[in-house]
């Protein structure tokens, strides 16, 4: 597509409940990376993937949160049994490859932005 | 570990004014630097960027210049105008992040008529 895409922009949810969000990237886009942007804070990675390798979940806070990226393009951040500590605005990025997003950058979705109620 | 300090805001500013927004880093290797904003509602889009020492990146008459001694990637521009209020994030990338971008808290610029 033109931009990454994100769904949904909104999601609220009760304590303990899971949630999926959803990434699309830009078609031919190697690279995908989420990132979380807490109130009043900055972004904190969670994880990217790279074409075929193995992700860098380096990032993940916690063992409730995984992800997957199936065929090379669309991907799915999930939380499982959520914590209000977990509100925040979840960010997708894509790029070209990861040694192309080091050196130019990545390109941002509007996020989707969680409420744990 | 790699890590990058904004000056907190929010910044706010008459129209026409200068801007400085202040950003250091702190990384082993040679980063590159970005900065990248974020309109209301909107998500994070690429401001400009430099790759190597003395470079300047420069965008919508926003400038920075990587200033490899003082280890600093400051955000100037020249008039500001209403439109450009927005957060503004200070990131780099560098073998010790694994080249992952790693971003600043975020600097808020309120922009007055």
């Known amino acids: 597509g033109a931009g990454v895409s994100q769904s949904p922009s909104n999601k609220v949810t009760e304590k303990g409940k899971d949630v999926e969000l959803r990434c699309d990237p830009i078609s031919g886009h190697t690279a995908l990376y989420w990132y979380r942007q807490s109130l009043g804070q900055g972004l904190e990675f969670l994880i990217y993937?790279?074409?075929?390798?193995?992700?860098?979940k380096s990032g993940l806070p916690s063992d409730r949160f995984s992800a997957e990226r199936t065929g090379g393009s669309v991907s799915t951040l999930t939380i499982q049994r959520t914590q209000q500590e977990d509100s925040a605005v979840y960010l997708c990025?894509?790029?070209?490859?990861?040694?192309?997003?080091?050196?130019?950058?990545?390109?941002f979705g509007s996020g989707t932005r969680l409420t744990v109620v | 570990g790699d890590s990058v300090t904004q000056m907190e805001g929010p910044v706010t500013l008459s129209e026409e004014a200068f801007l400085t927004i202040n950003c250091t880093y702190t990384a082993t290797g040679y980063p590159s630097l970005f900065w990248y904003v974020q309109y209301p509602g909107e998500g994070l889009q690429l401001l400009l960027k430099?790759?190597?020492?003395?470079d300047k990146g420069s965008n919508k008459g926003f400038e920075a210049t990587y200033r490899k001694e003082t280890t600093s990637f400051h955000l100037e521009k020249g008039s500001v105008q209403v439109s450009d209020s927005a957060v503004y994030f200070c990131a780099l990338s560098d073998f010790d992040s694994s080249y992952k971008l790693i971003f600043g808290s975020g600097t808020r610029l309120l922009v007055r008529p």
């Open positions: 993937f790279q074409g075929n390798s193995a992700p860098d």
């Open positions: 430099a790759t190597k020492a003395d």
């Open positions: 990025a894509s790029s070209l490859s990861f040694n192309h997003g080091a050196d130019y950058g990545y390109t």
